[in-house]
Nanobody
């Protein structure tokens, strides 16, 4: 049984930093695409970042425009985990953050329906 478990959410002041981690069991994350999504109250689940691979197994990282330059996604294949380093946080970053993974590499990384597995989510709250 595949399980994704997020950790690291919490309350942080605007301009601060926070790190999230997603631990996986039952599947090997490097086999497919892994991603972070977030969902604000009353909104759809939005793409944040993804780590995948391309020709010759070269790692490719994707970011939403809203987080580019502030967030860094990385995958630890030894720990079988996906991390998200968030800096210079703004109020609009407040959301429940979800980890997602696919069994194989996917091309449309921003589409939530492409992913096979999801974590339960972790709350990130940015205060002014």
């Amino acid at each position: 049984q595949v399980q994704l478990v997020e950790s690291g959410g919490g309350l942080v002041q605007a301009g601060g930093s926070l790190s999230l981690s997603c631990a996986s069991s039952g599947t090997t994350l490097e086999s497919g695409t892994t991603a972070w999504f977030r969902q604000r109250p009353g909104k759809e689940r939005d793409f944040v970042a993804a780590v995948s691979w391309g020709p010759l197994r070269r790692i490719i990282t994707y970011y939403a425009d809203s987080v580019k330059g502030r967030f860094t996604a990385s995958r630890d294949n030894v720990k079988n985990a996906l991390d998200l380093q968030m800096t210079n946080l703004i109020l609009e970053d407040t959301a429940v953050y979800y980890c997602a993974a696919s069994a194989s590499r996917i091309s449309n990384v921003i589409r939530p329906t492409e992913y096979d597995y999801w974590g339960q989510g972790t709350q990130v709250t940015v205060s002014s």
